[in-house]
């Protein structure tokens, strides 16, 4: 009898023989979450893969004779997670100040200390190991927010990065806080454009990044009328970082005025802003990137993830993971901390009087860990849901596993049962890049040897 379960190594080699643009793939027997409203959940469904492409969804689907036929009965299909925001070149530091106090801390320790002697060497292995983590976590669609650019080769490197692991990846570029660099940004975003980002259909986007204000590093890294012209001459977005209170929310209100807020615009973090900023983002369609437990464990202005003022606005916001110094790696945590967060707000807001609570459900926050994640980085129309037309960027997810047994409620499954462990299988664009558990394609040892020799490395040469 011939195994074609979604652990086996000869539907895996199956898979991998045929040329990419000519594999098909038929997952059979999943219980399947697409995030779609036109297709909802659909028990005991099957998805057909043609190249990159999901083409059908549905029951009892046919596939040409020569497509590999993967049993997936007992497993949950899911889009992948969308992260929006990610210093991916800082991980080799990852928990080095896991009970950091506040942002002051970070920037001093991280940005004007370890970020000052990263060499492109640094970068490229801090971006990788950020990028197959985020892979083996169930991310698909990651935001590398890469505000170490301290020269054109320290750009190159946070890209290679990226494109070696094969996840679909944004590099949102942004010159350095501190310390020495050549000054290149933003001109240099040109020729990264042109040397990395000519395709419309690839693995890759690129975005302008920036500050919300200058109260950190100066005028330069500000976003403001100059950085949106540089960003509309070259058609990317924007992903503005440290959206924090009255300076920031005076900013946006310029920015509004200004016109150049935009669905093309993402504020990360929009914590302790002004009923006036967010009506702006509102009327924009500004699009908002939260990070729940940066927020609330390193205290970014009020603490709280700003998602019912988002809400209330008509923002369905984001998701992110922000800095590994200090956080977790995995958006299962961003899920339930917020959910977490937000209902508990709600009921003690309502407590002791006879208003009903007004609770985010666990649908709302794979949403946004999904779809308005793709949307926030402007790949709505390419990820973020299992539908027919769209990349197949997915993941197989046991739903037999000893934490999740028997499957009863699937979204809930995902949100509240399940972690890396139980994700079986990824694929981005088509191809598997975990595959019966493990990670493909990369040499953990040799990987180990990089990363110990990066941090070692930044320790020795920092002056923190």
Not at 107 to 131: C, F, N, Q, W
Not at 193 to 206: A, E, N, V
Not at 438 to 453: C, F, G, N, T, W
């Amino acid at each position: 009898m011939t195994d074609n379960s979604t652990t086996s190594a000869a539907v895996l080699e199956q898979i991998r023989r045929r040329p990419a643009k000519e594999r098909r793939v038929l997952f059979t027997g999943a219980t399947i979450i697409t995030m779609d409203p036109a297709y909802g959940v659909i028990g005991h469904g099957d998805l057909l893969i043609e190249g990159g492409t999901i083409t059908a969804v549905g029951h009892e689907l046919t596939a040409a004779d020569d497509a590999v036929i993967v049993d997936a009965t007992g497993t949950i299909l899911s889009p992948g997670f969308v992260d929006a925001h990610r210093h991916a070149w800082e991980t080799q530091l990852r928990r080095i100040m896991p009970d950091v106090d506040d942002l002051g801390g970070y920037v001093m320790s991280t940005l004007a200390g370890y970020a000052t002697v990263y060499r492109p060497e640094d970068m490229y292995v801090g971006t990788r190991l950020a990028a197959l983590t985020a892979i083996d976590s169930g991310i698909t669609t990651m935001l590398d927010f890469s505000h170490n650019s301290r020269t054109p080769e320290h750009s190159d490197a946070a890209v290679e990065a990226l494109r070696d692991t094969g996840i679909r990846g944004v590099h949102a570029s942004m010159g350095p806080h501190f310390g020495d660099w050549d000054r290149q940004w933003p001109g240099d975003l040109t020729r990264l454009k042109y040397q990395y980002f000519t395709s419309d259909d690839q693995l890759l986007t690129l975005r302008l990044a920036a500050l919300a204000t200058d109260e950190i590093a100066g005028q330069r890294l500000a976003y403001g009328t100059e950085l949106a012209r540089v960003a509309a001459d070259l058609s990317i977005g924007v992903s503005v970082d440290a959206v924090f209170g009255t300076p920031s929310s005076e900013a946006i209100l310029r920015w509004a005025k200004d016109g150049i807020l935009s669905p093309d615009v993402t504020l990360i973090h929009a914590t302790g802003l002004t009923p006036e900023a967010w009506k702006a983002m509102g009327e924009t369609g500004t699009t908002v990137a939260l990070a729940p437990t940066s927020e609330a464990q390193i205290g970014l202005e009020t603490a709280i993830p700003a998602v019912d003022e988002a809400l209330s606005v008509g923002i369905r916001p984001a998701l992110s993971i922000d800095v590994e110094v200090a956080l977790a790696s995995d958006m299962f945590t961003q899920m339930r901390a917020l959910h977490a967060i937000q209902r508990m707000r709600a009921v003690n807001a309502a407590y002791g009087t006879d208003h009903q609570p007004s609770r985010i459900t666990t649908h709302d926050v794979l949403d946004f860990a999904t779809l308005q994640g793709a949307r926030t980085n402007g790949l709505e129309a390419v990820t973020g849901s299992l539908t027919p037309g769209k990349k197949a960027d997915l993941l197989v997810i046991q739903a037999e596993d000893l934490n999740n047994m028997p499957l009863n409620d699937p979204i809930g499954t995902v949100v509240l049962g399940s972690d890396p462990r139980n994700i079986s299988t990824v694929l981005i664009n088509g191809e598997p890049r975990k595959w019966n558990g493990h990670i493909l394609d990369v040499d953990l040892s040799a990987l180990r040897r990089e990363v110990h020799a990066s941090r070692d490395h930044v320790l020795n040469a920092s002056p923190a």
